[in-house]
Structures are given as C-alpha cells and as structure tokens.
C-alpha cells in the first residue's frame, strides 16, 4: 500500500509541475491563475495528494521568473493549501477555499513586500486569491464532482 501512495503522490505532483510549465505565463506573476492549483482538491480524496502537491509546485517554482523566495514561500503556500483542503475533505464545497485563502496571502504578501509590486498590499492578496478561485472553484469543483463518482481509485 505504501508504494500505491508513493506512486500517486509522484504523478501528482508530475502533473502539477507540467500543468504549471505548460501554461507558464499565466501561472506566475501578480495576476496568475495558475491551472495546476485546481489540484489542491485531491486531498479530499487522498492525502497521498499533500505531499505530491508541494514537490510538484516546487519543481514548478524553481523555474519561476519570481525567483528562490517563490520557491520557497510558493510551495509552502501550497502545502499548507493542501492541508487544509485535506481538512475540509467532509465538506466538498470548502475544499477549495484552503488554496484560495493560503496563496491570497502568501503570495500576495510575498508580491508586496519582497518584490515592491506596485499596488496595495490587499489588491496584490486579492488578485492572487482571485486567480486561485478561477483555478480552484472554476476548474477544482468540476474536477471533485468527476472525481466524487470515482472515490474507490483512491484507497
């Protein structure tokens, strides 16, 4: 059992790497929406997802324009978004909100104070929260009621 979590932690954290690369110019940046983020919802159904999730974003961020902060910051953003999706697993429409929430600030704060961006400190969380929520509820709540009538490929 463990190598089937080890396996779905390393595709998905492929995919989300791939998915961010492919789309690269959306996906960093003050407005991003980054596709790859509408993955945070997997924890509700595995938490296999969790770690899969940050090694994925880290791979992606290391390529950032944004630089080693954004390594750093941007894939704990998305850990900690993991974890709260994970939390919420029992209650599918708040399972996007961790990620919405956790990148809204991180990010937006990481924007504002490490790299000057020339807006409000809230206009940067709110961009970034607004990017995430087309990600997250956009293309995440489509992908949680799919994957809902599939939950047994994840035990």
């Not at 961020?61 to 994970?86: F, K």
């Not at 937006?108 to 790299?115: F, N, P, S, V």
Request: net charge positive; glycine share 8%.
């Amino acid at each position: 059992m463990r190598t089937k979590k080890l396996v779905t932690a390393a595709v998905i954290a492929s995919v989300y790497a791939v998915a961010t690369i492919a789309v690269a110019p959306l996906s960093y940046g003050l407005m991003q929406i980054r596709i790859s983020e509408a993955l945070t919802i997997l924890p509700m159904f595995t938490p296999a997802a969790i770690p899969g999730l940050f090694i994925g974003c880290l791979i992606a961020n290391i390529i950032s324009p944004i630089g080693l902060v954004d390594v750093v910051l941007g894939s704990l953003a998305t850990l900690l978004a993991a974890y709260g999706s994970y939390k919420f697993r029992k209650h599918k429409w708040l399972v996007p909100l961790p990620p919405i929430i956790a990148n809204g600030v991180v990010i937006g704060w990481m924007l504002y104070y490490i790299y000057g961006v020339d807006v409000s400190l809230m206009a940067c969380m709110l961009w970034v929260a607004g990017g995430e929520a087309v990600a997250c509820y956009g293309i995440g709540m489509p992908l949680i009621m799919a994957l809902d009538k599939r939950k047994e490929m994840f035990k």
